[in-house]
């Protein structure tokens, strides 16, 4: 007997397959396995955010005016009534104080796009600490290093499009680093901003950056990035049933769909809550954006802010040859440092494999513990970042904590010298004992805590075996052994490219030298035969 | 007859006259006198130790002659003065002196050479006579490059801040303007014109009584405390939420 | 060490544990309830929503423990759609969690190279349908049509030249110039000598003809500070004291470090900070650089008085203002 409901679904599932053959490839993809760990959701939360951008987005471009031109305020905000101020500003501020949710969707769209860059910083984290850009998902790596770099524009453009003070002054800091530039830099700025700055155009043309060029760009990109995961299917962590040949976790339909669709609106939820109960970038209180005007405390938002911290704290340096300037003190922290970490970072993974010497596939995650140097190197990155990020709130840092701005940006100074290397020393040195401390599960079992006195006298504590999936689990990591340099033959003649082996395998040594050696069968089984 | 009439009559008006016209003069003067009087005990026991005997100043203070009364009242009345310890910044605290002590002070200073009146009420009525836009491009220009925008305050060098103006009375923040204490400069009547300063001081209460207009202020100061919240708050939340979500039900 | 050696071998998928929903039946009685909840939370946010919305004046403030004043409207919308999102969220989560199979599935992966047969039928059809073309026969044609592809190419970047002029003087030049008189910014007033005390400072401009209408891109050079010290405090070489008047010093506003406005004077060090990036400029010896990121001095503008006694700009500046640039100094 079929049903009702069964005839409508039926009628809509014939009229599509008919036309698009659809029911063999959705029937497969309704039965996709996912893997269920809360660590695969960080990236959940940069996508639901990017669509929560899109829909708080289109609300406001109803209403934002990009133009800058000039003209006198009459509305509701007393304290501003009379100034003289641009369009955009002045429309920024009809949607905060006379559009009846306005202010709301100001808000949501700020916190979304601080939730954006966030979770693609912590799900970046998680791929990098666990090694799941290895082979083959070095080219998804690249695309999500290229959403990131997109996205910090993307923000910061966004930002400066109600042109109120704070904003502008950041677009005067982006127009001084474009003029830096060597031999073009006044006319890569002078094209940018219509001639000097402010100019009148640069509002609008970066409105049409913001809504409509890079958000199609991602569009792209995340629709690449998504499909690329789809395909591959997902990674998954080392544990009993899990091999590199097979993915463990729920279908589709029903499970992951409820659980990824409900945490979509839980996303959106939060997201929005944040815009009802904390205030975000009240700009009425700025004002609109003059160049003779600055506020104490004026900072990029947060994506942006180690790239403040590295321009205060740099040296002063310029050259002068010939009549020609060329400002270090603005190229260095601006352009050069920054293109050297997202370059490194984009090509990371294939100096890893270089390093290791590792063609094959990789599906099972690793325990950051289990890869001591790359996890060291993060950990060096972060701490880096974390320094620079410290700095660029240093008169902030200053005043609440009474503090002085100069000793602050000399601890920074210093502090972004010798600290990432001593992180990276003690990072290693953690996961080092942390791979010894799973050794001793594994041989002798969890210490219970339980303390027994044996018969002769001598105090022992209970050690109770842990289950052969967790014993499964810490020892089911490969630990390769690092490249050797081909050295000279017979002959005593060094071979061809000696250098480039030389080099890799310093950095093979680097990576892989020091490992603390998993228990084999054999050795539990030794145990076994003879333990307390 | 008639020219000694003549006499009695002009001495007893002269006599009623003189009479009646000192006493008045005389306890104003005399008031006075007792107030700088006091004025000058006060300060010989509570700042001549850094000040100098002669309020000239010393090592560690700079000398009192010619700051006037104003910068007396901004200093004590705001608790600046005497200063706890030898910082860079005198900071403001409960003050020490209550007004009748302050007054003293103020009337001793203002004694040794002219300077900054204290502003009277009639002087100070922002409501009728500043204009609030005006005073907001004047705050924006002038001063939020210290102060910030917002008025929460700023850091300057090696230690010193410009401190908040929430909860600071609309007298001192008229004395501090035009006696430019501390590190702060001066800002005379003729760069600013009173009228000017009495528009800024309604600025700096309306942003003081403005509500939030979208849920907690997280401190006005921008961007540092919004993406902190970010993280915690955000991806906190949300991490705590992916646990659960990922958690085996019981 | 010890990847040659065998390892510990695969215990395969833990024994499956069943939730209490999948037993007992008053169990997923009370679960279906709990979601069921969830989703009617949902529902009463968005009533919450609604009604802040039509109802609540956008002028109210209410006074929250932990928030303070903040408007009610926002917060009654904010709140309502907020929790209205959340509820749908965790109510399917639940749902999930509890009810929907929780049993692990496993799929097989597939390796990502194509099979060896694959590989080689495809090297095969493009050699063969590519070879067809003959392109490398075809020199000519493959000469012109690059010739062809490189040239279009550039139509994109020639379309674009006018977005914007070429610099020429215009990074050179500010308003300042000889007998241009100082005024206040705001109110455009001119000032005299006497409106300055020691220890004060002024934020200047240059007087226009139409002050009402000053372009923000000349404001963007013209900006300026006046500062007054007492003239034995100045330490500077004869020719920059000539460009001073009575203590009186001029300096461009815009930082020669990256261009926010230099307006931080702390009257007793007689430093100027510029708030962005903490360079800091020491008036006395002409603003030079004593911290921080900049490299270079702000330009000092020559001042003196008119015949009215009005202060006015003894000379365009000597230099170019703001950042620095690779041609500043040809």
Same mark, same amino acid.
């Given at each position: 007997m079929i049903t009702r409901r069964e005839k409508i679904a039926g009628g809509v599932a014939n009229f599509i397959d008919e036309r698009t053959g659809a029911a063999k490839w959705v029937k497969k993809n309704l039965q996709k396995v996912f893997p269920d760990h809360w660590s695969f959701m960080l990236g959940e939360i940069a996508l639901y955010s990017f669509i929560i951008l899109l829909l708080s987005g289109t609300f406001l471009t109803f209403w934002f005016v990009p133009s800058q031109e000039e003209l006198v305020y009459n509305g509701s905000y007393q304290p501003l009534n009379g100034v003289k101020m641009s369009a955009a500003y002045e429309s920024t501020l009809n949607i905060s104080f006379d559009v009846r949710g306005g202010l709301l969707m100001r808000q949501v769209h700020h916190w979304a796009a601080l939730l954006f860059l966030a979770a693609m910083v912590a799900h970046l984290m998680r791929v990098f600490f666990t090694g799941a850009f290895r082979k083959p998902r070095e080219l998804n790596w690249i695309f999500g290093v290229a959403l990131l770099t997109l996205g910090i524009v993307e923000g910061f453009l966004g930002y400066s499009l109600p042109d109120d003070l704070l904003s502008g002054t950041g677009i005067r800091i982006a127009e001084a680093i474009i003029q830096a530039i060597p031999v073009i830099g006044t006319y890569l700025a002078f094209f940018a901003f219509g001639g000097d700055f402010p100019g009148e155009l640069f509002i609008p043309r970066i409105y049409t950056v913001h809504v409509l060029l890079l958000p199609g760009i991602f569009l792209a990109l995340i629709t690449v990035h998504l499909m690329l995961v789809w395909y591959q299917k997902h990674t998954q962590y080392p544990g009993a049933g899990r091999t590199e040949k097979n993915v463990v976790g729920y279908p589709l339909l029903p499970v992951y769909m409820a659980k990824a669709g409900g945490f979509f609106f839980i996303v959106f939820g939060v997201t929005v809550l944040l815009g009802a109960f904390a205030s975000i970038n009240p700009i009425w209180i700025f004002g609109p954006y003059t160049p003779t005007q600055i506020s104490a405390g004026s900072q990029p938002d947060w994506y942006m802010g180690w790239l403040d911290g590295l321009v205060r704290m740099a040296p002063p340096l310029e050259t002068y040859l010939f009549g020609y300037t060329i400002s270090w003190n603005i190229l260095i922290p601006g352009l050069i440092v920054p293109g050297i970490i997202f370059t490194g970072m984009a090509l990371y993974p294939f100096i890893e494999a270089w390093a290791t010497g590792d063609k094959r596939e990789h599906h099972l995650l690793d325990r950051p513990r289990n890869a001591p140097t790359r996890t060291a190197i993060g950990a060096m990155s972060l701490t880096f970042m974390v320094v620079a990020l410290i700095n660029g709130g240093n008169d902030l840092i200053a005043t609440h904590f009474n503090l002085s701005i100069n000793q602050i940006m000399w601890g920074t100074r210093i502090g972004i010298i010798i600290l990432p290397p001593l992180a990276y020393v003690i990072t290693k040195r953690i996961c080092l004992s942390l791979q010894r401390y799973d050794r001793e599960l594994v041989l002798h079992g969890r210490e219970t805590g339980r303390l027994v006195m044996l018969p002769h006298g001598e105090y022992i504590e209970v050690h109770e075996p842990i289950s052969p999936e967790k014993a499964y689990q810490l020892t089911q990591h490969e630990q390769a052994l690092p490249l050797e340099a081909p050295g000279p033959d017979t002959n005593g003649v060094a071979p061809r490219g000696s250098l480039k082996s030389k080099v890799r395998a310093r950095l093979s040594k680097a990576m892989l030298g020091e490992q603390i050696a998993k228990p084999t069968a054999d050795d539990v089984k030794a145990l076994e035969g003879g333990h307390h | 007859m008639a020219p000694t009439l003549l006499v009695v009559g002009l001495f007893l008006i002269g006599g009623i006259y003189s009479i009646a016209a000192t006493p008045n003069n005389a306890t104003a003067s005399n008031a006075r006198s007792a107030l700088i009087e006091e004025g000058k005990n006060i300060f010989l026991r509570g700042c001549s130790s850094c000040h100098g005997l002669n309020a000239e100043g010393g090592k560690v203070a700079p000398s009192l002659i010619g700051v006037g009364a104003a910068s007396v009242d901004f200093q004590v009345a705001t608790g600046r003065m005497p200063m706890g310890d030898m910082s860079v910044q005198a900071m403001r605290k409960k003050p020490v002196y209550n007004a009748q002590e302050i007054a003293a002070l103020a009337a001793y200073v203002a004694s040794l050479a002219p300077g900054p009146a204290i502003p009277t009420a009639e002087q100070l009525d922002y409501e009728r006579d500043g204009n609030i836009a005006e005073g907001g491009e004047l705050f924006r220009t002038n001063c939020a490059m210290c102060h910030n925008a917002a008025a929460q305050g700023g850091a300057l060098t090696a230690g010193k801040y410009a401190p908040?103006?929430?909860?600071?009375?609309p007298v001192h923040i008229y004395e501090a303007m035009i006696t430019g204490p501390q590190a702060m400069p001066v800002f005379g009547d003729r760069a600013i014109t009173p009228e000017e300063k009495l528009s800024i001081i309604k600025w700096v209460k309306s942003v003081e009584s403005e509500g939030n207009?979208?849920?907690?202020?997280?401190?006005?100061?921008?961007?540092v405390t919004e993406g902190l919240v970010a993280w915690v708050v955000g991806i906190g939340s949300l991490i705590a939420i992916a646990v659960w979500l990922a958690t085996k039900a019981r | 060490m010890s990847n040659q050696l065998e390892p510990l071998a695969d215990p395969g998928l833990p024994h499956h544990v069943h939730r209490k929903a999948d037993t007992d039946p008053a169990a997923e009685k009370r679960a279906e309830r709990q979601v069921s909840i969830l989703f009617l939370l949902s529902t009463a946010g968005t009533l919450l929503f609604i009604y802040s919305f039509i109802w609540i004046p956008t002028d109210l403030f209410v006074f929250v423990p932990l928030?303070?004043?903040?408007n009610a409207h926002n917060l009654g919308i904010g709140a309502g759609l907020g929790f209205a999102l959340f509820f749908i969220g965790a109510g399917a989560v639940h749902w999930a969690k509890t009810l929907m199979p929780d049993e692990e599935v496993i799929a097989q992966r597939h390796q990502m190279r194509s099979s060896d047969e694959d590989r080689a039928s495809f090297v095969e059809t493009v050699k063969a349908e590519a070879g067809k073309v003959q392109l490398g026969r075809r020199s000519m044609i493959k000469r012109s049509l690059g010739l062809a592809l490189g040239l279009v190419g550039l139509s994109p970047i020639i379309l674009l030249r006018d977005l914007g002029p070429l610099p020429e003087q215009r990074l050179l030049k500010t308003t300042w110039d000889k007998g241009v008189r100082i005024v206040t910014d705001p109110g455009n007033r001119p000032m005299k000598p006497e409106d300055l005390e020691v220890g004060a400072i002024a934020h200047v401009l240059p007087q226009i003809d139409d002050p009402e209408h000053r372009k923000l891109s000349d404001i963007a050079k013209d900006a300026a500070i006046l500062i007054r010290v007492r003239p034995a405090e100045l330490k500077l070489s004869e020719e920059r004291m000539s460009w001073t008047h009575e203590g009186i010093i001029a300096f461009s506003k815009? *930082?020669?470090?990256?261009? *926010?406005?230099?307006?931080?004077?702390?009257?007793?060090?007689k430093h100027l900070l510029c708030p962005c990036h903490q360079s800091t400029f020491d008036v006395p010896t002409g603003a030079k650089v004593i911290f921080g990121p900049a490299a270079r001095p702000l330009p000092q503008l020559a001042i003196t008085v008119d015949s009215e006694g009005y202060l006015v700009a003894a000379a365009p500046f000597d230099e170019p203002v703001g950042p620095s640039f690779w041609e500043r100094n040809i």
């Open positions: - | 908040t103006l929430m909860g600071v009375e207009f979208a849920g907690a202020s997280l401190g006005k100061v921008g961007p | 928030l303070g004043n903040i815009i *930082c020669s470090h990256m261009g *926010c406005p230099v307006a931080l004077y702390e009257q007793q060090t």
